[in-house]
């Protein structure tokens, strides 16, 4: 039996206890840090004859550096030879998860105002990006279609892939997710080396301009480490689910909810919220009857162990309870469970009613997998196209208009004592007096 950890949200301490389940070993090891340290200086310094000692050492696998390089005909044939019923599934999410997307492409605009000045927006792709595809306990053709097709909706000219490669060898529904995606280069490497070799490139691996896609502590370090020589989606914790249960919900899918998260592995977090003892105490007899059957048994019982609750509450503090978790997904079994996802702002994906399984959202139902965790749902989004557009702004001030403006920006300039940029704008308005 793995009993969760059980939370009332009426004790004295269950502010305390709360925070205590949500920071998960919050504190990055300081050896973590130097270690990523350690690897990224070593990349950028000699190239590609490190990436070979990482990938010897971490994947066992000595290879070449002609090895490390997936061709996209290679990609083409993994496609071509992948049973007819996954490559069905892989075209049906492809086609789904390109549908979405095309709903967030942003445009560039512009317009004119009363004084004849041009203001407006220019959108543009990135030129290049990194996606890193997780490939050590697990491998994941899913991610690569979520953060291949918002890049390419959006229009990026060059996707380059980079996922380790245990013993040299890779899933044949990856490469053919990289074919349906558009990756165009794809390299045999994981782990902070190949973060590393993003940013400043080797002598094989090109740099990049921005880096997506999940991967385990080092990876997640290394991409703190190298932001603002490039750009990143986020720094993504271990997986999370919120499962939010009354008495309209079936307990045991509630249950396989939370056993489908914590198989990810023994950090992911799988927490529910219900409103009564009884309903708390049903779902564990569900758990414990349904998970000796998991293939993945053992990582499950440590999830769930070290990072699962059920929490106690009134239904009017479900929503106040959600905002506060900021899950990565929200899964909504209540009656008027339409109604209770208004009322949630913090939330990375809202999953509504009883047959809105997790799990759709991680493969095909369309929108993007990659989501913000540990809180961030408080201040950040899913991945998506706008991931991979800049936007850069217009201005173009006609003659009248800059005459107008400059007045107010020397005011403004004097006032924070800056006069050269008083000047900068009062030439112009002077060179328009004596043109007339």
Avoid at 188 to 210: C, F, N, S, Y
Avoid at 337 to 350: D, K, M, P, Y
Wanted: charged share 20%.
């Amino acid at each position: 039996m793995t009993a969760l950890t059980q939370l009332a949200a009426d004790s004295d301490s269950f502010a305390e206890d709360l925070n205590r389940l949500l920071e998960r070993d919050e504190q990055t090891a300081i050896s973590l840090v130097a270690g990523v340290d350690s690897i990224i200086h070593s990349v950028r310094d000699n190239g590609d004859e490190v990436l070979l000692e990482c990938v010897r050492k971490w994947d066992n696998f000595d290879a070449t550096i002609d090895q490390l390089i997936i061709s996209p005909s290679e990609c083409q044939t993994a496609w071509e030879t992948l049973p007819e019923e996954q490559q069905s599934a892989l075209q049906t999410a492809a086609d789904r998860i390109r549908a979405f997307h095309e709903k967030q492409l942003a445009t560039s605009w512009d317009f004119n105002d009363s004084d004849g000045n041009r203001l407006g927006q220019k959108v543009t792709p990135i030129k290049r990006v990194g996606l890193y595809v997780p490939g050590g306990k697990a491998s994941y053709p899913s991610s690569v279609l979520m953060n291949a097709i918002p890049a390419n909706v959006a229009g990026v000219q060059e996707l380059i892939m980079v996922s380790p490669t245990p013993n040299g060898v890779i899933n044949p529904m990856v490469l053919a997710a990289a074919h349906l995606g558009g990756v165009d280069n794809i390299f045999r490497v994981g782990g902070a080396h190949a973060i590393a070799a993003l940013a400043w490139g080797t002598e094989t691996i090109p740099a990049v301009d921005k880096i997506v896609g999940p991967g385990n502590a080092y990876v997640t370090e290394a991409k703190r480490q190298v932001f603002g020589k490039v750009g990143i989606d986020m720094l993504a914790g271990p997986s999370e689910v919120l499962v939010v249960f009354d008495e309209t919900a079936n307990t045991d899918w509630v249950a396989m909810d939370l056993l489908a998260q914590a198989e990810h592995d023994e950090q992911a977090q799988s927490i529910a919220i219900t409103d009564t003892v009884k309903r708390a105490q049903e779902l564990q007899a569900s758990i414990d009857r349904l998970l000796p059957d998991m293939p993945r048994a053992e990582i499950i019982k440590r999830s769930l162990k070290e990072n699962g609750a059920i929490i106690i509450a009134d239904k009017d503090e479900f929503a106040s309870l959600c905002d506060q978790i900021a899950a990565e997904h929200l899964e909504l079994m209540t009656e008027n469970a339409a109604a209770l996802a208004e009322q949630v702002n913090n939330a990375g994906a809202i999953f509504i009613g009883p047959y809105s399984a997790e799990s759709l959202g991680d493969y095909c139902a369309g929108p993007n997998h990659v989501l913000p965790t540990s809180g961030a749902a408080r201040f950040s989004s899913p991945l998506g196209v706008y991931d991979f557009q800049r936007r850069s702004s217009i201005i173009e001030c006609s003659p009248q208009g800059s005459a107008k403006l400059a007045e107010v920006a020397e005011t403004l300039a004097r006032s924070e004592s800056l006069e050269a940029h008083a000047q900068s704008a009062s030439l112009r308005r002077q060179q328009d007096k004596n043109t007339d």
